[in-house]
């Protein structure tokens, strides 16, 4: 797990909820203070949906971020900065196969619980911290330092500055 400290708010902010940046994430948790605070659980309701959306999502655990991005930019939105807000995203299955598949680690995806890149705004500060979930206990770490690079990597392809 690493916390880097993202000290262009506007560049970073503009990637997290302007742009498809990160549209490849799905969201676990956002959670927004404004005037209110708003909660968003990114648990996906599947009776809402019909069959042929359902057959077309690739996950239907969690929503994908590129759903919810809209909703959260509306939130945030305007002449004041929000007080304080924390995203949660996690890796899709999908992508998590295929970084185990590229950079090989001594787990399966079975033992993977998941992958995880928070944000969390406040006291005008942001810092993007990554997190890693096994659902068994190991002394490797070789998974989280994967992901740890990956993060860095996925930063600097996007040009956002971090310490």
């Given at each position: 797990?690493?916390?880097?400290?993202l000290?262009?708010?506007?560049?970073?902010?503009?990637?997290?909820?302007a742009?498809?940046?990160?549209?490849?994430?799905?969201?676990?948790?956002?959670?927004?203070?404004t005037?209110?605070?708003?909660?968003?659980?990114g648990?996906?309701k599947?009776?809402?949906f019909?069959?042929e959306?359902?057959?077309?999502?690739r996950?239907t655990?969690?929503?994908?971020?590129?759903?919810?991005?809209?909703?959260?930019?509306?939130?945030?939105?305007?002449t004041?900065l929000?007080?304080s807000?924390q995203?949660?995203?996690?890796?899709?299955?999908?992508?998590?196969q295929?970084l185990i598949q590229?950079?090989?680690?001594?787990?399966s995806m079975?033992?993977?619980?998941g992958l995880?890149?928070?944000?969390?705004?406040?006291?005008?500060g942001l810092?993007?911290?990554?997190?890693?979930s096994l659902?068994?206990?190991?002394?490797?770490?070789?998974?989280?330092?994967?992901?740890d690079?990956t993060?860095?990597?996925?930063?600097?392809?996007?040009?956002?500055?971090?310490?």
């Open positions: 797990m690493i916390g880097l400290q000290p262009d708010l506007k560049t970073a902010t503009a990637h997290l909820f742009r498809p940046s990160f549209d490849y994430f799905l969201l676990k948790e956002a959670v927004i203070t005037s209110n605070t708003y909660i968003i659980d648990g996906m599947k009776d809402f019909s069959q959306e359902l057959d077309a999502m996950d655990a969690l929503m994908e971020w590129k759903a919810i991005r809209p909703v959260c930019f509306s939130l945030i939105k305007g004041r929000p007080l807000f995203i949660a995203l996690a890796l899709s299955r999908d992508n998590i295929r590229q950079n090989p680690v001594p787990f079975d033992e993977i619980g995880y890149l928070n944000f969390r705004y406040e006291k005008h810092t993007a911290i990554s997190g890693t659902n068994t206990f190991s002394m490797n770490k070789s998974l989280e330092q994967l992901w690079d993060v860095r990597k996925l930063l600097r392809q996007l040009a956002i500055p971090f310490e």
